[in-house]
């Protein structure tokens, strides 16, 4: 069983709708936490974080931490077709640069005009 | 502007020959670092360096070697040994803890 779990879709939605996406993870020893956004063939970009639980709000999108469950959300509200990508979650345990990120499957996602 | 290089874009090799990924960084960060990403897998740890002259293996450096030389370069050899080489490599360099990793664009490896 992978550490990180998260469904690679890929997830399709009309422009205006509010997603959903959603990672599980087992070690809950895991204190940060990421969303990276990645366009294709590029780098990923770190587009949220949070740290232990509760949630965390920027324009359009919100990050979510239930620790209790395991469970990290990322909400985007109002989706536009430049949203379409592939989001990675991630995380970690370690507050420093040693500390290994580990990150989700990714998830596509495709907002049409 | 300040970030990481990643060169070439795309990369062809035939197989049983060893191929080197370079990674170039202007950031002045002390930690980099090697992801290999597959389709479906996410991005997986194959070596990372905190200072000059020194890395550690991630969890897949078999079949991988790299060097630290200076500070600002940390190059990746995919060698005749690595099974299955084909995939997205990126680099990545940190200097700030668990939010602070900035990403190169990947080099893209094929082997034939």
């Known amino acids: 069983q992978k550490e990180v779990e998260q469904d690679p879709g890929p997830l399709s939605v009309p422009e205006g709708a509010i997603v959903s996406l959603n990672c599980t993870y087992s070690?809950?020893?895991?204190?940060?936490f990421m969303w990276y956004r990645q366009y294709s063939r590029k780098g990923p970009e770190l587009l949220m974080y949070?740290?232990?639980?509760g949630n965390k709000e920027d324009g359009r999108f919100t990050a979510q931490v239930d620790k209790s469950s395991k469970y990290i959300s990322l909400f985007i509200r109002d989706s536009q077709p430049s949203d379409s990508a592939t989001y990675l979650c991630a995380m970690t345990k370690s507050s420093g640069n040693t500390g290994k990120l580990i990150f989700g499957q990714g998830t596509t996602l495709q907002v049409k005009p | 502007d300040g970030g990481i290089t990643q060169s070439p874009k795309y990369l062809f090799r035939k197989e049983g020959q060893n191929v080197t990924l370079s990674c170039e960084q202007n950031l002045n960060h002390d930690a980099m670092y090697w992801y290999r990403q597959d389709p479906g897998q996410g991005l997986r740890l194959i070596y990372y360096?905190?200072?000059?002259?020194?890395?550690q293996k991630g969890d897949i450096a078999e079949g991988y070697s790299v060097s630290r030389e200076k500070k600002e370069s940390f190059p990746l050899t995919v060698t005749s040994a690595q099974k299955n080489p084909t995939a997205f490599y990126l680099c990545?360099?940190?200097?700030?803890?668990?939010?602070?990793?900035?990403f190169g664009s990947g080099t893209r490896l094929t082997v034939v």
């Open positions: 990545a360099s940190n200097d700030r803890g668990p939010y602070g990793y900035t």
């Open positions: 070690n809950s020893a895991f204190q940060y």
């Open positions: 360096s905190q200072i000059v002259n020194d890395f």
């Open positions: 949070t740290y232990s639980s």
